[in-house]
């Protein structure tokens, strides 16, 4: 009844691998027949197809989870590298364009058209330049600290840092 063309066959061997009722409705009445050799027979071949078949679907189920795991870690590190990128390059041009609307603001062009007072000083807003100049060092020397940290954080424990790159992304 179960094993009388290869359609039946293949659905009675998928019922015994997915362990539906098998052994009552396909193995019992084999072992327990009146045929000794197909008894024996029907013994040896099931316990091996179950062994082998759970032993193949364990390797396949480790190999899918093993390669999902290799390829979601790799991913990830390339986007958090690529999103500290994207922050570095946008401190740089704050900090480049900050620069230069205070260069604007006191009217230098580039560091060769300052002039000395007639006393030997620097104007006031020279001054006032260079202390914004170094405000805004410090403030990149922070930023970067931060970016290294958040790099660092990424490396150890990517998983804790949900990352965002809707504002630097344009």
């Known amino acids: 009844d179960y094993f009388g063309n290869f359609g039946l066959s293949l659905f009675t061997m998928f019922q015994v691998i997915t ?3 098998w052994s009552e409705a396909v193995a019992r009445p084999l072992v327990y027949g009146e045929d000794v050799f197909l008894a024996f027979g029907s ?6 197809f179950q062994l082998l078949c759970g032993v193949v679907l364990i390797n396949v189920t480790i190999a899918i989870l093993l ?5 979601d870690g790799s991913e990830k590190m390339q986007e958090a590298q690529r999103n ?6 946008a401190a740089r041009l704050v900090l480049d364009e900050g620069l230069r609307i205070a260069a604007d603001e006191v009217g ?3 560091p060769s058209d300052w002039q000395l ?3 030997g000083s ?3 807003d020279v001054l006032q330049f260079e202390g914004e100049v170094k405000q805004m060092r410090r403030d990149m020397s922070v930023l970067r600290q931060g970016l290294k940290d958040v790099l660092f954080a990424l490396k150890t424990e990517s998983h804790k840092l949900p990352i965002h790159t809707a504002a630097v992304d344009r």
């Open 19 to 21: 362990g539906d009722s």
């Open 43 to 48: 013994v040896v071949y099931f316990i091996s």
């Open 117 to 119: 007072e007639s006393d």
């Open 122 to 124: 620097c104007g006031s």
């Open 84 to 89: 500290a990128y994207l922050a570095q390059e």
């Open 108 to 110: 230098v062009v580039n």
């Open 67 to 71: 390669e999902k795991m290799v390829d």
